[in-house]
């Protein structure tokens, strides 16, 4: 069961001998990802963006997509110490971009040691802000008549 894809090259092959763009059964994309079945549906639950076809009996056949999405996910968890909650929040800010990649390139964990330096501009813009909230809060602590 395989899906071809004009960007991928002609034969391109992966380790396992399947074209890069064909779906994968969950023990595929296991073994790939060095995961449990168990922990692949345990994800679908939590990460809307996974969504394997399933066919008749339940069986799942992950798009390249997924896989690539799980591999995030994986990295995230496993390897940058997001928790669930944190990838889901991750995930959810950046929307749902048109390509898998987009959403994937553009991610970068922080660290609460790493400082932020901010353009001077975007920097004025939130001192403004801030300057306006201060203000609408005092007007709330003022005593009504």
Do not use: C
Not at 58 to 86: M, N, W
Not at 88 to 112: H, I, M, N, Y
Not at 130 to 135: K, T
Request: net charge positive; no cysteine; hydrophobic share 35%.
């Amino acid at each position: 069961m395989t899906e071809t894809d004009a960007s991928a090259p002609a034969g391109a092959r992966q380790n396992n001998g399947k074209s890069a763009t064909a779906f994968r059964t969950i023990s595929e994309v296991a073994k790939e990802l060095d995961l449990q079945q168990h922990v692949l549906r345990f994800w679908e639950t939590k990460f809307t963006q996974i969504s394997p076809v399933k066919r008749a009996g339940g069986r799942r056949y992950y798009r390249p997509e997924d896989v690539a999405i799980l591999r995030r996910i994986r990295d995230l968890l496993h390897g940058e110490g997001y928790t669930i909650k944190g990838v889901q929040k991750l995930l959810k800010e950046e929307g749902q971009p048109q390509k898998v990649g987009e959403l994937f390139d553009s991610v970068q964990p922080t660290r609460a040691n790493e400082s932020i330096v901010l353009d001077p501009l975007k920097r004025a813009e939130l001192e403004a802000v801030l300057e306006d909230l201060g203000e609408l809060r005092n007007l709330l602590r003022k005593p009504t008549l």
